[in-house]
């Protein structure tokens, strides 16, 4: 059972570089999200997606995209990194979007 | 607006002694509430839930969290502490008006003192 899983675990990037962030679930859930964790901040929503070929803001959403072309992958895009974008990213499913979300292991992304 | 208060970002007890971590949440209909585990470097780990069934909600590792309407909270609790329940605990809640979201808490990191 993979569950959900985050690609990459660690990442470096240089200011202004981009990267992509990939979140692939096998539980056919309909709704991803992702979410980007601070110290003494909680977990923030950046973007979700409500099924296949949908996307929404969430409460941090400025300088990332997503994309949702296929059901089982939820992307996470950067398109000019800056190093306030250094964080914790965790992508989550769930099935209902109200009854458990499950989550991925996350990736540490640290911009110089 | 659905939000989730966890009072004490951290807090310490010692080992076989009770654990009790505060989360208060505001939402205008009823409420599906979690506690989430985060050990370090990892990723979430559901606890518990709440989904309008029984208001003591019992979960894995002896932690157990009761709904009280009246008062808005879902505290969690475990009789008694093990060094290995070290960790981030987070508090969530959703409901039929979060339009398919999850709201977290700030959490609270659970220190055991040996």
């Known amino acids: 059972n993979a569950g959900v899983t985050q690609t990459p675990k660690f990442r470096v990037l240089k200011t202004g570089q981009s990267m992509t962030l990939l979140c692939a679930q096998d539980?056919?859930?309909?709704?991803m999200y992702w979410y980007r964790q601070d110290p003494g901040m909680g977990l923030r929503l950046i973007h979700y997606?409500?099924?296949?070929?949908?996307?929404a803001k969430g409460e941090v959403p400025d300088g990332y995209n997503v994309s949702r072309l296929k059901k089982q992958n939820f992307l996470l895009g950067l398109e000019s990194a800056a190093p306030s974008q250094t964080s914790v990213y965790f992508c989550a499913s769930s099935y209902t979007g109200i009854i458990e979300a499950f989550f991925g292991q996350g990736t540490r992304l640290t911009v110089v | 607006a659905q939000s989730v208060t966890q009072l004490g970002s951290h807090v310490s007890v010692s080992e076989g002694a009770l654990v009790l971590l505060r989360c208060n949440y505001s939402?205008?209909?009823?409420?599906?509430l979690f506690w989430y585990v985060q050990y370090p470097n990892q990723g979430l780990q559901l606890l518990l839930k709440?989904?309008?069934?029984?208001?003591l909600v019992k979960g894995i590792n002896g932690f157990e969290a009761e709904f009280k309407k009246s008062e808005t909270s879902f505290h969690l609790t475990k009789p008694s502490a093990h060094m290995s329940d070290a960790a981030e605990y987070f508090c969530?809640?959703?409901?039929?008006?979060?339009?398919?979201?999850?709201?977290f808490g700030t959490g609270t990191s659970l220190t055991v003192i040996p």
């Open positions: 709440y989904t309008s069934a029984a208001t």
């Open positions: 969530a809640v959703s409901d039929m008006n979060t339009g398919n979201q999850f709201y």
């Open positions: 997606s409500v099924g296949e070929g949908t996307t």
């Open positions: 539980m056919n859930h309909e709704y």
């Open positions: 939402s205008s209909v009823p409420p599906y």
